[in-house]
């Protein structure tokens, strides 16, 4: 049997509003209703404290605080009511660095922009099935950032799972299509000199 | 275990109760239900005509600051900041519309804003030949990869990059 996904309350934290709206739209679409959309850390962290939600999607930089300090703050700030609460993370930057830096304050997942509804999907089923343990040290609370075993991995690049690149459709081009990305190719080409 | 701050690695670990899931499963099974997801899929594809739109002002901006920055140099700051937001916002958009073309061209342009020492080096050819190669994907609704000549246009838009920056 499917989830009840309708009593979730879900907050997107994003300076950009298409971002909120794709967001809203896509989780509205699966049965979620409870909805709640700010454009900065300070607004979401103050919403966070006044509601009870289940999941919070944030984006990376933002300001006047960036989603890293938000997640800080959901994570050890007194004031936070659920130091647990799922985080997903979303960025068009998905290096190893930023990645890195996401868990190392506490993000739950990441999802790198642009995503599709299956990766969001597939994020926020990882979260409901497989909630990660938290971890507390003198430096530290949050998920536990070990690698969880992942049937996927079957070898070094393992994390490339974690942020898989979108699931691009391939569909035959039409000679129309065909000559105009030629076209635009010789013309990079003429710019290039070649 | 992974990094910790305590001299002797202690560390404690809690498992809270899966109150998600509580809440959303009955209990037997799971899951998101299928339909739900198609569902959600078809209402992204009804709009992605608005969003091909959208990259069509981007397309004309784009073009707008070429002719700007070729005009007048003293431009280039400017030109850079605001190709720099275009890159960056159509990069994480294209591929969820059914566009990863545009994502692709539009990386591409972002990184060369970063690959640059200074707005000083931008080329108004480089900013064109991104549009351009937009223009080509949008206007003539190309969906999906592109195949070998998406991914040859792609790539040599790099190389354009690699060759005028960094």
Do not use: W
């Amino acid at each position: 049997m499917s989830y009840r996904l309708e009593g979730l309350r879900i907050l997107i934290v994003d300076d950009n509003a298409h971002i909120r709206q794709l967001l809203r739209t896509i989780l509205h679409a699966v049965g979620i209703h409870s909805i709640d959309a700010v454009e900065d850390g300070v607004a979401g962290f103050e919403s966070f404290c006044r509601l009870e939600y289940d999941i919070v999607f944030t984006d990376f930089e933002m300001e006047p605080i960036s989603g890293l300090d938000l997640v800080d703050m959901i994570r050890t700030s007194r004031k936070s009511p659920n130091p647990y609460v799922p985080v997903i993370m979303i960025s068009s930057y998905s290096d190893e660095e930023r990645v890195q830096r996401a868990r190392d304050r506490g993000v739950t997942e990441f999802l790198a922009k642009p995503f599709t509804v299956d990766v969001l999907m597939a994020r926020l089923q990882s979260v409901i099935e497989e909630p990660r343990p938290f971890v507390k040290t003198d430096s530290y609370f949050g998920p536990d950032r070990r690698r969880k075993q992942d049937p996927r991995y079957s070898g070094p690049e393992r994390r490339k799972t974690q942020l898989e690149k979108v699931d691009v459709s391939v569909r035959d081009l039409s000679a129309q299509q065909r000559n105009a990305l030629e076209e635009s190719r010789a013309n990079v080409a003429k710019i290039a000199g070649d | 275990m992974a990094q910790n701050g305590s001299e002797n690695g202690a560390y404690q670990l809690i498992t809270p109760p899966n109150l998600l899931k509580a809440k959303v499963s009955a209990g037997d099974g799971g899951g998101i239900d299928p339909d739900l997801i198609k569902q959600a899929e078809s209402v992204i594809d009804s709009m992605s005509g608005e969003f091909a739109e959208s990259v069509g002002h981007e397309i004309a901006r784009l073009m707008k600051l070429a002719l700007d920055l070729a005009e007048d140099m003293a431009q280039a700051e400017k030109v850079m900041k605001k190709v720099r937001s275009v890159g960056h916002e159509l990069r994480g958009q294209g591929a969820t519309y059914d566009y990863p073309l545009i994502s692709d061209v539009a990386a591409s342009l972002f990184r060369y804003t970063e690959r640059l020492y200074s707005h000083v080096e931008l080329s108004a050819d480089v900013l064109r030949a991104h549009a351009d190669a937009m223009r080509a994907v949008i206007k003539n609704d190309v969906r999906g990869d592109g195949g070998a000549v998406g991914a040859d246009l792609v790539q040599s838009l790099e190389a354009l990059v690699d060759r005028m920056s960094g």
